[in-house]
């Protein structure tokens, strides 16, 4: 085995997450500390504004490459708060635009800069290989919740509700099915952030106080996404222009509905067979009236993912770590039943300009498996 550290900025863009395991990219070994480290609200603001202009950017634009800079450099300083002998980094980036239907998903963050800075080997690029090969280039994390589940009870759906919402359906034969779901709390993000200036609903405050609006649902739960079958990804703004449909809500019942409609997303997602059991991670985890309306919609059991000792905040950090320790080797990330790729495909790119060729040596243990 050897020691990863995965790092993550999700959609929600609150933090960086960096999370250090032992892995050999089949088995997971033992979990390592932890961190975030939050994004201040200016680089916030500036990353937001990178995000809603992404369709149309040049690469070489001086305020994307700014952004890019400035995330990189708040990369550097969650390894840094690690403080772990790291042989390898996996480094997804920030996503500012994805779509699939165009083969593309444009992930920011400079990998030179953190394998120079940090002097370890990245793993950086995990989508493009998927997208190349017909795929989604998302979601990428059911590999890892195969490999982290083994020796559960299976069915089994284990879903992130992140800014985007995503699920992996474990078979009981080893099946594995994966998609992304719905908006997760990226529109309840803006709507709490639009009427009360706080960038969520905390605990669900908000949406608690208000009523479901069911014609706007109904509306909302209209979007052609929801006919698609699997596997499909989302963007971040995927489902922007329904905020429009929110618009004569009052700030309660639009949280409301908002939340109703992340669940709604879930619950009808058509299903090859039923999961005895629904283990979530992410942010969403800790929203009650999220988690209530889940139980209620889906009739078994839900709980966070702590409920098997795993750590649904550090899910998808650790996840980029054991995904870079897979690319090394040249193991699949995605699959057909995943992401859509045609085959089984590898992923990402390893960068290690700038770094002692001492510390490189583990990867060649690695890759002798
Ligand atoms: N106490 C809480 N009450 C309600 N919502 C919460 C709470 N804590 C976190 N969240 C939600 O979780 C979100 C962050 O989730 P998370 O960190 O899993 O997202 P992410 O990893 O950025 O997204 P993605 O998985 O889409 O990349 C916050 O934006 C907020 O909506
Ligand atoms: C393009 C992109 O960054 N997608 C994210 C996002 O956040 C959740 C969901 O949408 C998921 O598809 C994906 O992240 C996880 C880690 C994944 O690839 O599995």
């Known amino acids: 085995m050897v020691r990863v550290i995965g790092l993550m900025s999700g959609t929600s863009l609150d933090g960086v997450d960096a999370a250090a395991i032992e892995t050999d990219g089949i088995m997971v070994g033992a979990a390592g500390p932890t961190t975030t480290v939050p994004f201040p609200p200016e680089l916030r603001a500036r990353t937001r504004a990178i995000l809603d202009r992404a369709a149309t950017l040049r690469v070489d634009d001086p305020e994307l490459l700014a952004v890019e800079h400035d995330l990189t450099c708040l990369h550097v300083a969650a390894v840094r708060a690690l403080d772990w002998p790291a042989d390898l980094i996996g480094f997804h980036g920030q996503t500012i635009l994805h779509r699939p239907e165009e083969h593309r998903s444009w992930q920011i963050g400079d990998a030179g800069l953190l394998a120079a800075e940090t002097g370890v080997p990245v793993v950086h690029d995990f989508r493009s290989a998927d997208l190349a090969a017909g795929g989604e280039g998302a979601p990428l994390v059911p590999v890892f919740h195969q490999a982290l589940a083994l020796g559960l009870e299976h069915p089994l759906a284990v879903l992130n509700i992140g800014g985007v919402a995503n699920v992996s359906l474990l078979g009981a034969s080893g099946e594995l099915l994966a998609c992304d779901v719905g908006p997760g709390n990226a529109l309840l993000d803006d709507w709490a952030m639009r009427h009360t200036g706080v960038p969520y609903d905390r605990d669900g405050a908000l949406a608690r106080a208000g009523r479901v609006d069911e014609a706007v649902l109904g509306d909302l739960m209209g979007d052609p996404f929801f006919r698609r079958p699997a596997p499909k990804s989302l ?78 905040d550090a899910l998808e950090a650790q996840c980029f770590g054991f995904l870079a320790a897979r690319a090394v080797r040249g193991l699949p990330l995605s699959f057909p039943g995943t992401t859509g790729v045609e085959r089984p495909v590898s992923g990402g790119r390893l960068e290690e300009r700038g770094v002692p060729a001492a510390a490189t040596r583990m990867l060649d243990l690695l890759r002798q498996g």
Do not use: I, K, Y
């Open 235 to 312: 963007d971040r703004l995927s489902f922007h222009r329904a905020m429009d449909l929110l618009a004569h809500l009052s700030p309660a019942d639009g949280a409301a509905t908002l939340a109703a409609f992340t669940v709604r997303a879930v619950a009808e997602l058509p299903l090859p067979f039923a999961p005895r059991r629904w283990l979530v991670c992410g942010g969403g985890r800790r929203n009650p009236v999220l988690m209530e309306g889940l139980r209620q919609a889906l009739g078994v059991v839900v709980e966070p993912v702590e409920a098997v000792g795993w750590n649904g």
